[in-house]
């Protein structure tokens, strides 16, 4: 499964992005999916997860109430929507797939990265 991350950028404190993770393929809708972040020095850390139906949804609780994981099987693509951006969400955002009916909040469960998109948020 290759995953192709985009909508990453610059915004202000208080604003939003979008980021996308489209999975070209006829069989995305077996994946549970899951975003994660990393700054530099870090370990990548969790931030939100659907499963494959989209039915089953975690977050991290330093986002919840401002993101919003989405997918569209029809599509081939998830989405998070990140609302109220502070500038501690800057990082490098990267999606990842599993198969398996449920998401997972471990890194280490996943089978699939993508490329990250970076987001910038300033104070």
């Known amino acids: 499964v290759q995953l192709q991350a985009s909508g990453g950028g610059l915004v202000q404190a208080g604003g939003s992005l979008r980021l996308s993770c489209a999975a070209p393929?006829?069989?995305?809708?077996?994946?549970?999916m899951g975003w994660f972040r990393q700054t530099p020095g870090k370990e990548r850390e969790f931030v939100a997860t659907?499963?494959?139906?989209?039915?089953?949804?975690d977050y991290a609780d330093s986002v919840k109430g401002r993101f919003t994981i989405s997918r569209d099987n029809a599509k081939n693509t998830v989405y998070l929507q990140m609302n109220g951006l502070k500038p501690e969400d800057t990082a490098v955002y990267y999606c990842?797939?599993?198969?398996?009916?449920?998401?997972?909040?471990?890194?280490?469960?996943?089978?699939?990265w993508g490329r990250g998109t970076l987001v910038t948020v300033s104070s």
């Open positions: 659907i499963n494959w139906s989209g039915f089953n949804i």
């Open positions: 393929g006829r069989t995305f809708s077996d994946y549970s």
């Open positions: 990842a797939a599993r198969l398996a009916d449920w998401g997972s909040t471990s890194l280490y469960d996943y089978n699939y």
